[in-house]
């Protein structure tokens, strides 16, 4: 088999063994019970950090590949994107079924009183049909620009789930300001780009115009 084949199956491996490694650590710190005084809690946060941790990554992909001119690693934004759904997911189910315990009453309460319950409920809703659209059959059915506007609700997502986080935390913010740079300075890459592409084509129709 080619060498090139070989190298794309072990990078693909190895990413996935790393987008599943933080469920490793939970079950490992399961085991060695090291999951803190309130494992709940913990288990809760640290599956909400790193659904933020993914949407940051998945963010970084496309930015990274043009200034790195290394275009094979959008092939693998789809499969992190999903797996912050997945952590996502997962966080959300701690919060019903363990924390909560199917309390649909107070989980209610929640969503209304809480604000960054109501932020996080809001962004996950933003995601469900982000992730559906990711199926091959679906984006084609909605067509390349549509999929593509629809897919833009990360950029709404992302922030909110770091106001989701920030809110959450009664201390020390320096975590979720941090997270919040990062992203912002993710979406503020892809708006001057997105000014400096409008400009190239404004000045390319005049000059065209011009020569008409």
């Not at 060695?32 to 963010?59: C, E, K, M, S």
Request: aromatic share 12%; proline share 5%; charged share 20%.
């Amino acid at each position: 088999m080619d060498v090139g084949v070989w190298r794309e199956r072990l990078l693909s491996l190895g990413i996935w063994l790393a987008c599943l490694s933080p469920l490793g650590f939970f079950v490992f710190a399961a085991v060695t019970d090291d999951l803190t005084a309130n494992p709940i809690q913990y288990v809760l946060r640290q599956l909400g950090l790193w659904a933020l941790r993914f949407l940051a990554i998945t963010l970084a992909i496309s930015p990274a590949a043009k200034l790195l001119r290394q275009p094979w690693l959008v092939r693998y934004r789809r499969r992190i994107g999903l797996f912050a759904f997945a952590y996502v997911c997962l966080h959300l189910t701690t919060y019903v079924a363990i924390d909560q315990a199917f309390d649909w009453p107070t989980i209610g309460k929640d969503i209304a009183k809480r604000p960054y319950i109501t932020i996080g409920m809001a962004a996950f809703a933003l995601l469900i049909p982000l992730a559906i659209t990711s199926a091959d059959k679906l984006r084609r059915k909605l067509g390349p620009r549509r999929w593509k506007r629809l897919h833009q609700l990360i950029y709404l997502i992302a922030p909110m789930a770091v106001v989701h986080y920030y809110l959450l935390v009664k201390a020390d913010h320096r975590p979720p300001l941090i997270y919040g740079a990062i992203i912002l300075a993710l979406l503020g890459y892809r708006l001057i780009r997105a000014m400096i592409e409008r400009a190239r084509k404004a000045r390319t129709a005049a000059a065209k115009a011009s020569f008409g």
